[in-house]
């Protein structure tokens, strides 16, 4: 199966603390800049390249879909019907690229998505068919391959078949589709006709045959592959199935040449290793990158059977490195010694830099949308570096309750803590962060190194992988060992601090959009905050999003009274409550 069900659910399937091929990938470039871009969040502007890249893939995806109208004769009807539908696709890109560009709320400067040539559109559609008539002609010359039979008596040899339009499309969790049962997904002309058993295979056949699966532009939830233990997923863009052989495939907008090319070669590699570890243990044939801009197909080596488990391990070891790194507030800028060199694929913030004399290095960037390089806090604010990080508290569970969910949509557990008088919620900081908060024991617990923070105006816990939760007398003794008490280790749950008052200059601005896996609409507006120091990331979601938070841009300064203090993947997140939470904006500080 080339997708499956989302383990923990969420908006967008997704989730900081799982390995992707793309996090892989950057982290192996920079592990700086997968630290801000992937952990932090923070953003560059907005690239005509990169709607390009999303919205190109999409209509190559959507050509493949289609079944040839009548009988086609020969390999040169074949491809003239196919360049048929080029004209009106690319028309379609330039449409669905300006709807995502209009979105974007900070794009590079000087660039426009009029940049983007209708031509160029098309020659790279044109391109992409031809790596794929490749394959319908090999389908062709080997008399339809080993599927052909089956396929002609309606028995498809996969439980995902390859999409096409007028088939029923596969949504991975499909109790989740409103209607689903009840709607109609025929399309005219759209249907197939098969020859009877024993018969030449025809042009009609061979595309039908060797058509890859591909993500479907129809399906809503995520079409990913996530490992059995929740830690890796990846999402892929073809995956050839028709000589029997399993070939994953990787679609590129750009050109062989480009920076990013060599970490195609990582990217494909974690893809195999992911197949292997979703489809019973079943090693993969082929990989390959088609590049639009050429047309070029790379090929190469797949893992060898004894080199999954070693892949195990090494992926295992990148992942628990990732999320081991950062606690609060992220500096920016770093020492020389902890910044990179700027010479990566993708590199800009990771290599900021000042060094102990107050020299900054690397810093064209930032020059581009402040010219400050320290900021004059007022009165009623704090540094960011003073948001707090974990406190350990006392008292006792007195309900459980989840998984519900969060901010994101994302289903997490939840309990509730009582001390004294006093009681708060105690909460997963994201879905599977500590799967074991209901199996905790009866009685007076201590709570090690939680995450403080307020969710609708009430004090709250978030626990992780970094949490710990132990009965009251073995914590004493913990504490005793180390040559402190409880008094001193512990803060009572009355007296968390869970909003804070900061300040700063905005670094990245990003809204995006979309719909949860049951077809409900989304949207979320992102912000980084910097004070000279630190920079934190800035949350709005659906109904608090303001037209004060959507005027929100780089180089604005941003003071934030009552900002709710919350947390994504271990790092703090400061979220705005439309009721508490107050804005003071100056564009021009």
């Known amino acids: 199966m080339p997708v499956g069900t989302p383990p923990l659910g969420g908006p967008l399937g997704r989730s900081r603390s799982r390995i992707s091929a793309s ?3 950057t982290f192996l470039r920079c592990k700086r800049q997968w630290f801000l871009g992937s952990k932090v969040g923070i953003s560059g502007p907005l690239r005509p ?3 390009l890249g999303i919205v190109l893939e999409d209509a190559l995806c959507g050509l493949f879909m289609h079944r040839p109208t009548g009988a086609i004769g020969t390999f040169e009807e074949l491809k003239q019907w196919a360049n048929g539908l080029v004209p009106q696709a690319a028309q379609t890109v330039l449409e669905k690229g300006r709807e995502l560009w209009d979105e974007g709320i900070w794009h590079q400067p000087e660039t426009s998505w009029d940049d983007v040539e209708l031509e160029s559109v098309i020659v790279r559609l044109h391109f992409g068919l031809e790596l794929f008539f490749e394959e319908v002609q090999a389908c062709y010359s080997t008399g339809g ?5 089956s396929m002609r008596a309606g028995n498809p040899p996969f439980k995902v078949p390859s999409p096409a339009w007028g088939d029923e499309p596969h949504f991975p969790v499909p109790e989740k589709v409103s209607g689903f049962a009840m709607r109609s997904w025929k399309t005219e002309g759209q249907s197939m006709h098969w020859q009877p058993s024993g018969s030449p295979v025809t042009w009609n056949e061979a595309w039908e045959i060797a058509r890859p ?3 479907d532009p129809r ?8 490992h059995p233990d929740s830690w890796a997923a990846g999402e892929l863009d073809l995956v050839l199935r028709w000589d029997g052989r399993i070939r994953l495939v990787d679609i590129k907008s750009g050109h062989p040449s480009s920076r990013f090319a060599d970490s195609l070669q990582h990217q494909l590699r974690f893809y195999a290793w992911l197949w292997h570890q979703t489809h019973d243990l079943h090693a993969v044939d082929g990989l390959e990158g088609w590049y639009l801009d050429g047309p070029h197909r790379i090929e190469f080596e797949p893992p060898k059977v004894d080199d999954y488990a070693t892949m195990t391990e090494e992926f295992f070891a990148i992942n628990s490195e990732m999320q081991s790194m950062g606690s609060g507030p992220a500096s920016l800028p770093v020492r020389p010694d902890e910044a990179c060199d700027g010479q990566s694929a993708g590199c800009h913030w990771c290599s900021l830099q000042r060094d102990e004399n107050g020299v900054w290095y690397n810093d064209e960037l930032l020059s581009g949308i402040t010219p400050l390089r320290s900021i004059e806090l007022s009165s009623q604010s704090a540094p960011l570096a003073d948001i707090p990080e974990r406190v350990s508290v006392q008292g006792a569970f007195s ?5 519900l969910p969060n901010h994101f949509g994302e289903p997490v557990l939840g309990a509730m803590l009582v001390a004294g008088r006093s009681q708060l919620s105690v909460e997963e900081s994201e879905p599977g962060a500590f799967p074991l908060l209901h199996d905790q024991p009866n009685g007076d617990i201590v709570i090690f190194d939680a995450l403080p923070g307020v969710w609708r105006g009430s004090p709250r816990l978030y626990v992780d992988n970094k949490t710990r939760i132990m009965p009251l007398e073995q914590a004493v003794e913990f504490l005793e060992g180390r040559g402190s008490s409880l008094t001193e280790s512990t803060t009572r749950i009355g007296l968390l601090r869970t909003r804070a008052n900061v300040e700063g200059i905005i670094l990245s601005v990003r809204k995006r959009s979309g719909v949860r ?6 949207t979320m507006l992102t912000a980084h905050l910097w004070d000279g120091d630190s920079v934190v990331e ?3 979601f659906g109904s608090s999003i303001s037209g004060q938070i959507e005027s929100l841009r780089p180089g604005h300064h941003l003071k934030l009274m009552a900002a709710e203090i919350g947390w994504r993947a271990g790092l703090p997140q400061l979220r705005i409550d439309s009721r508490k939470t107050r804005l003071e904006v100056n564009p021009s500080p």
Do not use: C, I, M, S
Request: proline letters at 11%; a positive charge; aromatic letters at 12%.
């Open 49 to 51: 390249a990169q709607v």
């Open 145 to 149: 391959g080993p599927h052909l039979e």
């Open 23 to 25: 996090g892989l990938t």
């Open 517 to 522: 896996l049951d077809g409900k609409p989304w």
């Open 213 to 215: 699966w591909t993500k």
């Open 219 to 226: 399906v809503h939830q995520p079409q990913r592959l996530f």
């Open 399 to 403: 309900n459980a309750w989840g998984p």
């Open 538 to 540: 800035v949350a709005a």
